[in-house]
């Protein structure tokens, strides 16, 4: 099948990856659009894991007070350079994690970040709930570790699922971030306020 400069315009306008890179998917998957899609998102992310070591020292703090000034919330996401950072994508992503913690306040950025007096009093009250069941020490453990898994999928802000698109985590929209950009990204920290706590 012959691949147009149409086809190649539509793939770049869908993925924003280079027209080179479009052209080849569309050569590889014989013009299927959406195995050409699947091709590039699956390059861009193990782009991402290779990206995973390097050092991401450029950025931005973005602040964010949400309407009537009852929950204010400051957030640093790092990349590797200041084209990265001053891009559109960057900025809009930034601006989403402020938004997603204000709304779901999580404890922290990853599990590692959960205090672990946190951790060892939910770890305790799920035994305990297990124990309720009378199911074997063996199961009661597997039981405690799914319930940790949810409690973190909850209260861990790159586990948590988007707001804007529950369909995904935030690690997932970080991930398509890097595959886009080709830039290491990281959420670094954050620090959220609430009027009275």
Excluded: W
Aim: with cysteine; proline share 3%; hydrophobic share 40%.
């Amino acid at each position: 099948m012959e691949i147009t400069s149409a086809m190649v315009k539509e793939l770049r306008d869908r993925t924003n990856v280079g027209m080179m890179d479009c052209k080849k998917a569309l050569k590889d998957t014989a013009g299927d659009m959406e195995k050409a899609v699947d091709l590039l998102r699956q390059k861009g992310l193990a782009k991402a894991m290779k990206r995973a070591g390097r050092e991401a020292t450029d950025g931005m703090v973005h602040s964010y007070i949400h309407s009537g000034g009852k929950i204010g919330v400051l957030v640093e996401v790092n990349c590797e350079t200041d084209f990265a950072a001053k891009s559109e994508d960057f900025g809009e992503f930034v601006r989403n994690v402020a938004l997603q913690i204000a709304a779901a306040n999580p404890l922290g950025v990853s599990p590692e970040d959960v205090p672990a007096e946190v951790i060892e009093r939910e770890r305790a009250i799920y035994l305990a709930q297990a124990q309720e069941s009378g199911k074997p020490a063996n199961i009661l453990e597997k039981m405690v570790d799914g319930k940790m898994r949810k409690f973190y999928e909850e209260n861990t802000l790159l586990q948590q699922k988007f707001i804007r698109d529950p369909e995904k985590s935030i690690q997932d929209y970080l991930n398509e971030l890097i595959a886009k950009i080709g830039e290491k990204i990281e959420v670094r920290r954050f620090c959220r306020y609430q009027l009275g706590e």
